[in-house]
């Protein structure tokens, strides 16, 4: 439904978007993720016809968005970072004019308008000027007016940024109830909403493509490395060294430590599995194997550490594991603070 | 074309729900209204010294033309106040929409370029029209208490909504070239000035330089219109004009979306 070939953007000499590529298939939701400044909103411009891209092409629904605009424009609902209201108009009024505009024949205007009201839940405020809404509802009025001409292709550029978590959850549900119907490429750089609503994430940083996959893959396999959740009964002596001395641990890290049991955090080299090795060395210091178990990274953590990964040079990143392991575990520690801010959000 | 008339509609609201459009209106009716009285008052002047004249033995009674006299004059300085009052129209006609980022919802609407700036153009044209013809409340009077040349009236009317729609034009480029409508308020209205000074340069240039500019000037069109004569050289003139203005708001347009 949507192409996106080597797209590259370039304002002046800055580049926005560098030879980005992806597809997104009908029915699908597409996270587009990526820390402020990454190019998402330029390629999600890109995609709605705003703006010509400096090399690639981009198709929606079959139309070239540069070829053949107004085709493609007519099948694409957008809803920008700002929603764009005016001011002076009442909700219904503006609805109106997005109706006439976004080309809704005269006869089923009325009809349009009030199904899209509805479905964005903003059908209590429709006689409200815009510009007296609070954001919560200039978000939605601004989905109302995306839907408005029930397009296929539907491009949402960060739609719960300024939202409480009610209307946050609302918005999710909302979105999740389109898919199937309408194929939609959204925009955030929150992550639990990725993994909550899209069946597919494309990671970007600096205008580059970094991981593309489902959320469930990018988390089991994008992992930098294999860490293994370890408890120790060892009745008081640190377990760390002995840990550390298996063949194939790059990095032990504690977590806790309370009436001799310990916990780590073993860090393995990526493929070799250390779990036999880790238990026989147990074992054989006499102490008790309380838990065993692999640590699956959350999308915080690969997300970190894919774009953390991007700001080293790309000399350390084809470096030995040794060096792409400390990438890691900073980006891992960091990921702790990026979590817990994450889940508040949520 | 339905997509045009769309936003020619939504423009010619947009004045209504801010002051601006009363404003302009009031004002410029009250402005047009003070200087037909002053006319007026001359005009009785003259016509009275007229006729006293005749009485005097002075070759008789004259006639003066209220066309000529009266009407001619007000309409040419009614063209000096429309210079003044047509900024405060198209200063937002794009300055607006891209400061609240409406501009987005337009350029990706399925909307051709020439349909944006048509709807946009007929829309501060539209209001404009308007304008003019709450004027018309004073011209009205002659026509109850004398007999004026009623395709003089047009003609002159015709004129100014031409020159207008020409100021308009060249301020909805002025208007896309920046997010703030004070600035382009006044960027125009010094363009303006200065298409409004090439008449008195002609007087100080050489005959060859004077024909040029004079040709150049956007009022020296009107004068014509303001006697009642509709010549196709200033038709042609006023429509030129227009398609420029307009054609470098598309293409200043285009180049925004390519600067990004």
């Known amino acids: ?346 | 074309m339905r997509n045009a008339l769309a936003i020619a509609r939504k423009e010619f609201r947009g004045y209504f729900t801010s002051p601006i459009a009363y404003a302009t209106i009031g004002l410029f009716a009250l402005i047009f209204g003070l200087m037909f009285v002053a006319f007026l008052r001359f005009f009785m002047e003259q016509s009275l010294r007229a006729g006293a004249g005749g009485q005097m033995g002075m070759g008789g009674p004259q006639t003066v033309n209220v066309n000529q006299m009266l009407i001619r004059p007000l309409l040419l300085q009614a063209s000096v106040v429309v210079l003044f009052v047509l900024p405060l129209l198209s200063m937002r006609t794009f300055a607006e929409e891209k400061r609240s980022g409406t501009m987005e919802l337009l350029l990706t609407s399925p909307l051709r370029d020439w349909e944006i700036i048509l709807g946009k153009f007929f829309g501060a044209a539209g209001l404009y029209a308007l304008m003019l013809a709450v004027t018309m409340l004073s011209v009205v009077w002659l026509f109850i208490y004398g007999n004026p040349e009623w395709r003089q009236v047009l003609a002159g009317y015709l004129g100014l909504l031409l020159l207008g729609s020409s100021f308009l034009s060249l301020g909805m480029f002025i208007s896309n070239l920046t997010q703030n409508q004070i600035v382009a308020c006044f960027i125009t209205f010094a363009v303006l000035l200065l298409l409004l000074l090439l008449n008195w340069v002609a007087e100080f240039a050489g005959p060859t330089m004077r024909e040029v500019l004079t040709t150049l000037s956007i009022t020296e069109h009107f004068d014509d219109f303001a006697k009642g004569v509709i010549d196709t050289r200033h038709l042609v003139y006023y429509a030129s004009f227009i398609f420029f203005g307009l054609f470098l708001t598309s293409r200043s347009l285009d180049a925004d979306r390519w600067r990004g």
């Open chain 1, 1 to 346: 439904m949507i192409e996106v070939q080597h797209l590259t953007k370039r304002y002046g000499q800055t580049t926005a978007v560098d030879d980005v590529s992806f597809s997104v298939a009908k029915g699908e939701i597409l996270g587009f993720l990526g820390p402020n400044g990454a190019g998402k909103t330029t390629t999600m411009r890109v995609l709605t016809g705003y703006m010509p891209a400096t090399h690639g092409k981009a198709t929606v629904a079959g139309y070239d968005v540069f070829e053949q605009p107004v085709e493609a424009k007519r099948r694409t609902g957008y809803l920008p970072e700002t929603p764009p209201l005016y001011p002076e108009m009442t909700v219904h009024e503006y609805l109106t004019f997005v109706a006439a505009i976004k080309g809704v024949p005269p006869a089923s205007r009325t009809r349009q308008v009030d199904t899209s009201m509805q479905t964005a839940r903003v059908t209590d405020v429709a006689y409200r000027r815009c510009g007296a809404l609070s954001k919560g509802y200039r978000q939605r009025v601004g989905l109302a007016q995306a839907l408005l001409h029930n397009p296929e292709v539907l491009i949402l550029d960060e739609p719960t940024a300024g939202l409480d978590p009610k209307q946050i959850i609302d918005t999710r549900e909302l979105i999740k109830s389109l898919a199937g119907d309408h194929t939609i490429v959204l925009s955030t750089h929150i992550l639990p909403e990725v993994a909550q609503t899209c069946q597919r994430v494309v990671i970007i940083n600096k205008g580059r493509v970094v991981a593309e996959d489902t959320p469930d893959n990018l988390t089991a396999s994008l992992a930098g490395v294999e860490a293994i959740y370890v408890q120790v009964d060892t009745g008081g002596g640190d377990a760390a060294p002995v840990l550390q001395g298996v063949t194939g641990v790059v990095r032990v890290v504690g977590t806790e430590a309370r009436d001799g049991r310990f916990s780590f955090e073993v860090h393995s080299e990526r493929g070799h599995d250390v779990r036999r090795d880790l238990v026989s060395a147990v074992v054989s210091q006499g102490w008790g194997l309380l838990e065993l178990r692999p640590v699956r990274l959350s999308l915080e953590e690969i997300f970190l550490q894919l774009t953390m990964e991007e700001s080293e040079s790309d000399a350390a990143r084809a470096a030995s594991s040794r060096d792409s392991d400390g990438v890691a575990s900073e980006a891992s520690s960091a990921a702790d603070s990026g979590a817990q801010g994450g889940n508040s959000d949520a």
